[in-house]
């Protein structure tokens, strides 16, 4: 497969919490960075726990598009929280050799209002 397609079945795999499935596309020694909450996760095995046990409750994600070439590739997916609030999420992703996913870069960002002065500039939706 390539990063395209690992990222989908990571993705895929988290949404239907196939832990197995998502487990066998990480690499043992992966690393999962959260630059805006300075959060790092370093393991496979702590990876998995903080997947399976740091998101309680009925959530979801949805694919919206995913990019990329040769081992690396980008994801934007909207994620809706046990709560029905909806969060965008966009994921860096690179492959080792054996072609299985050895880091994760994520950022969460969070819905703002633009500035009053450049309102004449811009369509809402």
Same mark, same amino acid.
């Given at each position: 497969m390539d990063a395209v397609d690992v990222v989908r079945a990571y993705w895929e795999a988290a949404n239907e919490r196939r832990w197995d499935d998502f487990a066998a596309l990480l690499a043992e020694d992966v690393l999962y960075e959260v630059p805006q909450s300075r959060e790092r996760v370093r393991g496979r095995a702590a990876y998995l726990r903080f997947n399976q046990d740091g998101f309680p409750g009925l959530w979801r994600l949805e694919i919206v598009e995913v990019v990329g070439t040769g081992r690396r590739a980008a994801s934007w997916i909207d994620f809706t929280n046990a709560d029905g609030t909806n969060q965008p999420g966009l994921c860096f992703f690179e492959l080792d050799d054996a072609g299985r996913i050895a880091r994760i870069t994520d950022f969460? +960002?969070? +819905?703002?209002? +633009?500035?009053s002065e450049r309102a004449h500039l811009v369509e809402r939706f």
């Open positions: 969460w +960002p969070d +819905p703002y209002e +633009p500035p």
